[in-house]
């Protein structure tokens, strides 16, 4: 019964090749968010999206592209993979956004090399 | 521009004692929303407390609690009856509506026997 499910868990993938995150939520939260946690453990926001729009684009290479095609997924494709693109992602979720806490997925390590 | 400011980057602390990690931010806005998110070794990021700036109260869930000061515009977590499960990184995270959950760098905090 996982609240909010991210797949894969590991990615490990060579400098120029694309790839994608996947993120799920059962929770019935109308928006969803993904954010880039650096090696300092540096937690910042990429996207967010409310009932499938896009809320929220941080500044955020277009080598990234977040689709939502209902409001319970937001998967998160990277063309291009550069070195500076290792990291963990994170996906969230919330009733709304204000004040609501997020619920965060258990992460994606993505190692390019 | 928000900013969240943790200037503890590490913490120790002995089993059963209290220890309280500081965290500052700074913003113009007067309703805004402050959390305390921890992630354990496990990566996993989950909810401390909550914080509505509009209450005078301090949030108090268990054994965390708060110490906020608006005007000064602080935000510490004290954490009493330490436990060693209570070793993690420690995220203070602020929020106002219509804009993404931003959070300072983190305080790890190490429990020991």
């Known amino acids: 019964d996982t609240a909010v499910s991210q797949t894969p868990k590991y990615l490990v993938t060579q400098m120029g090749n694309d790839k994608s995150i996947k993120c799920e939520q059962n929770l019935g939260h109308d928006t969803m968010y993904w954010y880039k946690q650096d090696s300092k453990k540096f937690l910042k926001i990429m996207f967010s999206y409310n009932n499938k729009e896009l809320i929220i684009n941080e500044t955020v290479p277009n080598r990234f592209s977040p689709k939502s095609p209902d409001k319970a997924h937001l998967n998160l494709h990277i063309n291009s993979l550069e070195l500076g693109d290792s990291a963990v992602y994170f996906c969230?979720?919330?009733?709304?956004?204000?004040?609501?806490?997020?619920?965060f997925g258990n992460g994606t390590r993505l190692t390019v090399t | 521009a928000q900013t969240v400011t943790q200037s503890q980057p590490e913490m120790s602390v002995q089993e059963a004692e209290t220890v309280t990690l500081s965290c500052t931010y700074d913003t113009s806005e007067n309703n805004y929303y402050l959390f305390w998110y921890k992630q354990p070794p496990s990566r996993q990021m989950i909810l401390v407390i909550r914080q509505e700036a509009y209450k005078q109260q301090n949030a108090t869930e268990n054994r965390f609690s708060v110490n906020f000061q608006k005007a000064a515009k602080s935000f510490s977590l004290k954490i009493s009856d330490s436990q060693l499960g209570d070793t993690a990184m420690y995220f203070c995270a602020f929020e106002v509506s219509g804009y993404a959950l931003n959070f300072g760098k983190g305080t790890s905090l190490l429990v020991t026997p």
């Open positions: 969230a979720s919330s009733p709304f956004m204000g004040g609501s806490p997020l619920h």
